[in-house]
C-alpha cells in the first residue's frame, strides 16, 4: 500500500524560522482546494494505507474546502479499512466546532505544531497560539474523539536554559499525547532567523548544552514509555507515525499539491513550488512536476540517510540482496569504525545509531554514502 500526502501552504502570518513553501495568499485557497482534487484524478490510483494532510497550515481551509478535499480522496482512492488519517492543525484553529468537524471525517490522527510552551517563545517565534491556546486544543480534540494526537515541540532557542526545557518537556507530558515529535531550532538560509543570527542580533546555544537537551529529551520520554523509534520522534506503543515510517521505510508515496514529493521506488517526483504556477498547470491537465530516475547508487543511499534514522536500523542481508556484494560490503567496511567506537550498534544483523551516534548522525551518514 501506498501513501498520499496533501499541502496545504496556506498561512496567516510566516514563522521566522519556517523554510518550507508556504504562502499568505488566503483568497487562492478555493481555487487551490480545486486543483487538488483536481491533480487527484489525474494521478495513479494506488491502494491507501496512509494519509497526510499538511502544510503550512491545513486547518486555514475553509470546512466546506476540507470536506471538498476528503470527497475528492474517496471518490479517486482506495483506502485501507485500517488507513492512518492525519491532518496537521494550529492549536489556535481548534474550536469546539472544528474538532467536532474532523469526528466526522475519516481524520484518525491529529499532528499540532506545539513548539513551547513559553509565550514569550511562542511570540519570538511568530506563532498564532499561546500556551493555554495549546493546551486546551488538546483537550477539545480529547472531547471530540480523536485519540491519537501527535505534537511538535522545539529545543535549543537563543536563551533557553536546560531547566525551561524541562518545563517544555514536563508540560507535553502531562497531557499525555501519544506521540511526540521534536527538533532543535533550525535556522534555514533565507529566513527571518538566520538574517536576525547573521546581524548578530541573537546567539544559538553551544554544542554542549544541545547535546544535553537532546540527551534529556530522550531520557525523559524513554523513561515516561515513549519508544525512542527515529531520531526526532517517540511514541507510545502502537502509535507510531505510519505515514512517516513510510518515508524510512521505502514505501512508495503520492504528493498532491505545491512543492508536494512523490516516491515510486524507482523515482523521485516534485511539483513547482510556486501556487499559481501550480493552479494553472493543473487547470490545463498537467502536473507540474519534475522527475528524477534513480539509480543504484542512488537508492543505496536514500537507504543509508532514511533507515538509519530509525530504531530498527539497516538489515543488512535485506541490503545485500538488495543492493548487492559490492554496495552491501562498502557499507559494512564504512561502518566497522563507527561500530568500534559505539557510535554505530550492530545486533542481530541491524546497524542502527547509538545515543551517541545520533549526536554525530550527520557525519556518519556522510561516511556510509556512496560517494
Known amino acids: 500500500m501506498a501513501g498520499l500526502y496533501i ?90 466546532s472544528f474538532a467536532e468537524l474532523l469526528f466526522t471525517l475519516p481524520v484518525n490522527r491529529v499532528s499540532m505544531g506545539i513548539q513551547t510552551f513559553d509565550d514569550h517563545r511562542l511570540r519570538f517565534l511568530h506563532r498564532r497560539h499561546d500556551s493555554k491556546q495549546a493546551i486546551k486544543a488538546v483537550k477539545l480534540l480529547r472531547q471530540s474523539g480523536i485519540s491519537n494526537i501527535s505534537v511538535d515541540l522545539m529545543f535549543s532557542f537563543p536563551g533557553q536554559t536546560l531547566e525551561e526545557w524541562e518545563k517544555d518537556i514536563d508540560q507535553a507530558l502531562s497531557l499525555g499525547v501519544e506521540h511526540i515529535s521534536s527538533y532543535s531550532l533550525m535556522i534555514e538560509e533565507g529566513t527571518p532567523l538566520w538574517e536576525m543570527r547573521r546581524s548578530g542580533a541573537i546567539d544559538m546555544p553551544d554544542d554542549d548544552l544541545y547535546v544535553e537537551m537532546y540527551q534529556t529529551l530522550a531520557g525523559r520520554l524513554t523513561s515516561a514509555g515513549y519508544e525512542h523509534y527515529e531520531i526526532s520522534n517517540f511514541a507510545k506503543p502502537g502509535h507510531r507515525s505510519r505515514h512517516n515510517s513510510s518515508y524510512w521505510n521505502g514505501t512508495p508515496y503520492i504528493g498532491i499539491g505545491a512543492a508536494a514529493h512523490s516516491y515510486d521506488g524507482e523515482s523521485r517526483q516534485w511539483n513547482v513550488s510556486d ?97
Not at 537508492?299 to 532514511?306: A, G, I, K, L, S
Not at 567506537?341 to 554514502?369: E, P, Q, W, Y
Request: glycine fraction near 8%.
Open 275 to 371: 501556487i499559481g504556477t501550480y493552479i494553472t498547470s493543473i487547470q490545463q491537465g498537467v502536473i507540474p512536476c519534475e522527475r528524477e530516475e534513480l539509480d543504484l547508487s542512488s537508492r543505496y543511499n536514500d537507504m543509508v540517510t532514511t533507515a538509519l534514522r530509525t530504531s530498527e536500523g539497516i538489515d543488512l542481508e535485506k541490503a545485500r540482496s538488495e543492493f548487492g556484494e559490492s554496495l552491501s560490503q562498502y557499507l559494512e567496511r564504512q561502518a566497522e569504525r563507527w561500530i568500534r567506537t559505539g557510535h554505530i550498534i550492530n545486533k542481530n544483523g541491524h546497524i542502527r545509531f547509538s545515543l551517541a551516534g545520533i549526536m554525530l548522525s550527520d557525519t556518519i551518514m556522510s561516511d556510509l554514502v556512496w560517494a
Open 7 to 96: 499541502h496545504i501552504p496556506f498561512c496567516q502570518s510566516r514563522c521566522i524560522y519556517c523554510g518550507f513553501y508556504s504562502t499568505t495568499l488566503l483568497d487562492k485557497r478555493q481555487e487551490y482546494t480545486d486543483a487538488l482534487c483536481e491533480e487527484m484524478r489525474l494521478r495513479a490510483k494506488p491502494m491507501l494505507g496512509t494519509i497526510y494532510i499538511g502544510g503550512g497550515t491545513p486547518s486555514q481551509l475553509s470546512f466546506g474546502q476540507i470536506r471538498q478535499l476528503f470527497a475528492a480522496i474517496g471518490r479517486h482512492y482506495p483506502i485501507s479499512a485500517d488507513a492512518e488519517v492525519t491532518m496537521e492543525c494550529n492549536p489556535d484553529d481548534i474550536s469546539p
